[in-house]
């Protein structure tokens, strides 16, 4: 059964950073490309990066573009989102995802605020 689980979510001040993780288990990791999104309290779920199954290729939206970094660690079946100059928009409830088959974790709380 694939599982996901996040971690490391947390309280930072503007201008921050924090270091999210996703545990993933249940199929083949480094088969698989893994992303990252968020839903930000009373909007709708937003995709915020992706990396593909050999992490030869990271994607990132507008928004997180050069402050945030996705990562991967086969070895521990594990990816990271390091967030870097955080801002009160980055404010949510952060998910990892697969798409194939299509599950997401329970989320992990960014809140940024001084």
Known sequence: QVHLVESGGGLAQPGGSLR???AASGFTFSSYAMSWAR???GKGLEWVSTIHYDASDTLYSDSVKGRFTIARNDAQNTIN???NSLKPDD???YYCHLAFPDTWGQGTQV???S
């Open 20 to 22: 999210l993780s996703c």
């Open 111 to 113: 809140t940024v605020s």
């Open 91 to 93: 404010t949510a409830l």
């Open 39 to 41: 839903q930000a309290p």
């Open 81 to 83: 989102l390091n967030m």
